[in-house]
């Protein structure tokens, strides 16, 4: 057990693979859920500053902007920007199940542009919602500070 073996496990940093995300991306439920999640002391910034695409927790809103600005941020998203690859499409590169998968590109094709308009749409706003929350939290600390 060299250095080499423990260089070839790089589990610290890993993160949440392209299809998964692109999972969290398709409803918006699931992207609300992730952009507003409750406080947790155990995660960077208590959790609140969440890139959704990087699946990374950042200490403050400032960080998360400058990581959005980041060429790992746009790389990240342009990957994601593609359909995932499936078993399906396994299956039909091997000639099998083809009618299923010309069905499937067919469903993609028709929602992809609204899913990309509403993705947009609603991570377009997240620095500034979490803005506001910060303004908040920080009236409530110091209204509680005056009290006392």
């Known amino acids: 057990m060299g250095r080499y073996s423990v260089k070839r496990y ?3 940093r890993r993160t949440r693979d392209l299809d998964q995300i692109h999972g969290d991306l398709s409803s918006v439920e699931s992207i609300q859920r992730l ?14 500053y ?10 403050d809103n400032k960080a998360l902007g400058a990581h959005l600005k980041g060429k790992i941020h746009k790389r990240r998203v342009k990957d994601l ?5 499936t078993q399906l499409e396994a299956d039909a590169a091997a000639g099998t199940n083809l009618e299923k998968f010309v069905q499937k590109v ?3 094709q028709a929602k992809e542009p609204a899913r990309l308009v ?3 749409e609603l991570l377009q706003t997240q620095l500034e919602e979490n803005d506001q929350k910060d303004s908040i939290a920080h009236e409530e ?3 509680e500070m005056t009290v006392e």
């Open 81 to 85: 920007s593609k359909n995932p690859y």
């Open 35 to 48: 952009k507003h999640q409750p406080q947790d002391e155990t995660k960077p910034g208590l959790g609140q």
């Open 141 to 143: 600390v110091s209204e």
């Open 118 to 120: 509403m993705e947009k």
């Open 106 to 108: 067919n469903e993609y």
């Open 50 to 59: 969440f890139c959704i695409h990087c699946s990374k927790y950042f200490q």
């Open 10 to 12: 790089k589990t610290k």
